[in-house]
């Protein structure tokens, strides 16, 4: 059964760090976009980053300069490096995989096809 797993979200301060993690399970990454989302209560589910099949990032407005996105093949795995969290960086936080064989992402959560069950981050004063 193929599936993506996230970790790593916490409760944080306000200018805190996290680092949250993807893995998938049953299916390899190589191939694929992953992507990065995050939805907080009430709002749409907001693309925050994304990252080709051949390492080329995108980033929200919101988050450029303060996250950076990443991926290990080899391990099967992505990440999301969060620094300088505010408040507003609350949510819960999703990967998901968009098969694509050229060398671009999306950030349009519609376009992902396998998602993980989401992380809680959540950043407090």
């Known amino acids: 059964q193929s599936q993506l797993v996230e970790s790593g979200g916490d409760l944080v301060q306000p200018g805190g760090s996290l680092r949250l993690s993807c893995a998938a399970f049953?299916?390899?990454?190589?191939?694929?976009?992953i992507g990065w989302f995050r939805q907080a209560p009430g709002k749409e589910r907001e693309g925050v980053s994304c990252i080709s099949k051949d390492g080329i990032p995108i980033y929200a407005d919101s988050v450029k300069g303060r996250f950076t996105i990443s991926r290990d093949n080899a391990k099967n795995t992505a990440s999301l490096q969060m620094n300088s969290l505010k408040s507003e960086d609350t949510g819960v936080y999703y990967c998901?995989?968009?098969?694509?064989?050229?060398?671009?992402?999306?950030?349009?959560?519609?376009?992902?096809?396998?998602w993980g069950q989401g992380t809680q981050v959540t950043v407090f004063s």
């Open positions: 998901a995989a968009e098969r694509r064989e050229d060398g671009i992402c999306f950030r349009a959560w519609w376009r992902y096809d396998r």
């Open positions: 049953g299916f390899t990454l190589d191939n694929y976009a």
